[in-house]
């Protein structure tokens, strides 16, 4: 007999999420640019609607978004009945796990994709089993390769954090197509926005066709909205169901609810920050690319953020010091197949501007 209470074993197969840093090793304040957030800020009118939801905080917000979701319906031609919203996208990717697998099931999602999939598949007792990927980017023959008659949930972060990386749509419905019924495939999209429009509907084209698809958004990376914690989901019925048995009663908060909706009818804002990032990251890559005979390469990326090789002389933890002597804070992920990489989020133009010369000159390469 024990003298505590004991947590499941499977819960102790967890290790906890790292956010990303934002102080040096010496406590100095760094600029962030670790964890993807939005360099632009936040969308005028959604900050406005913040400041004037502060006199409804004595008050629970509306349990079910229902004006969220109806916006959110309207914008992208879904039914509202068919969508969910959460405390970020992260509570939504756990019920989907939590809601679809248990001890004795599987859980399956790419090597070096986001690390919560881990998490979500151990915190229900499920078994996490990852497919591996190429050139860093989700192999559908892999994923397809490791299903087994236990798989009840498959992840695919599309485009792909930590690495940026991004399958075309006729690769996600092959996915779908050679998956079970039985088996949910959740399609992460929380970098969707800043993909080409064009390019932005194979999810939710795919769940509305289908009893077996689920699709994840956020308002923290485009909308610029990270500190309200607000993510949406939209799926078959029988998800969304399953989805609200179990998500918290007053998951989304009433300044949440009134940004999201406010930042959702500033679509010049998400507009300008696509921008921003595409040229930035245009920017980066470029300066990348001349450094190549130093050892340094870059992961294309379609998200807001550049993976950077470092394969040379100069290893990972060179850049990254050098990188927090000049006062900026960007992710190391010292796992297996990323040691020797740097996730560097796409910040101002003057962050970049500084980026860029840091780099150049770790390299001897300063004129």
Not at 217 to 244: C, H, M, Q, V
């Amino acid at each position: 007999m024990t003298t505590r209470p004991e947590p499941k074993p499977w819960i102790l197969g967890i290790h906890a999420y790292k956010p990303g840093k934002s102080t040096a090793s010496d406590g100095r304040a760094l600029v962030k640019l670790s964890a993807n957030e939005n360099p632009l800020g936040s969308s005028p009118a959604a900050l406005s609607a913040l400041e004037a939801a502060r006199d409804e905080a004595a008050t629970y917000p509306d349990p079910s978004s229902a004006a969220l979701r109806a916006r959110l319906a309207e914008l992208h031609g879904l039914d509202p009945d068919r969508i969910v919203c959460g405390t970020g996208s992260d509570e939504l990717l756990n019920l989907a796990a939590q809601g679809f697998a248990g001890p004795g099931d599987e859980v399956l999602f790419s090597r070096r994709s986001f690390a919560v999939y881990d998490i979500a598949a151990r915190r229900c007792g499920a078994t996490p089993v990852v497919a591996e990927d190429t050139d860093f980017t989700a192999n559908v023959d892999a994923l397809l390769g490791a299903v087994t008659d236990n798989t009840r949930v498959v992840f695919l972060a599309n485009p792909n954090n930590p690495t940026g990386t991004w399958i075309a749509p006729d690769e996600v419905r092959r996915l779908h197509a050679g998956l079970r019924e039985d088996a949910l495939l959740v399609i992460d999209e929380a970098y969707a926005e800043y993909l080409d429009p064009a390019l932005q509907n194979v999810g939710f084209e795919l769940a509305a066709e289908n009893e077996n698809v689920l699709v994840t958004r956020t308002f923290s990376k485009i909308y610029g909205l990270a500190a309200e914690r607000i993510g949406w989901a939209t799926g078959a019925p029988g998800l969304i169901d399953t989805l609200n048995r179990i998500r918290g009663p007053f998951n989304v908060t009433v300044s949440g609810q009134r940004a999201g909706l406010a930042a959702l009818g500033d679509q010049e804002f998400v507009a300008q920050s696509r921008e921003h990032n595409r040229a930035e990251r245009t920017r980066l890559e470029e300066a990348i690319a001349a450094l190549g005979n130093h050892g340094l390469s870059s992961v294309p990326s379609e998200a807001n953020f550049l993976l950077v090789e470092f394969t040379g002389s100069i290893t990972a933890k060179d850049a990254l010091g050098a990188i927090a002597e000049a006062g900026y804070a960007v992710r190391h992920l010292p796992e297996p197949g990323l040691d020797h990489t740097l996730r560097i989020t796409i910040g101002k133009t003057q962050d970049m501007d500084r980026i860029i010369a840091v780099l150049r000159q770790l390299c001897g390469e300063t004129a």
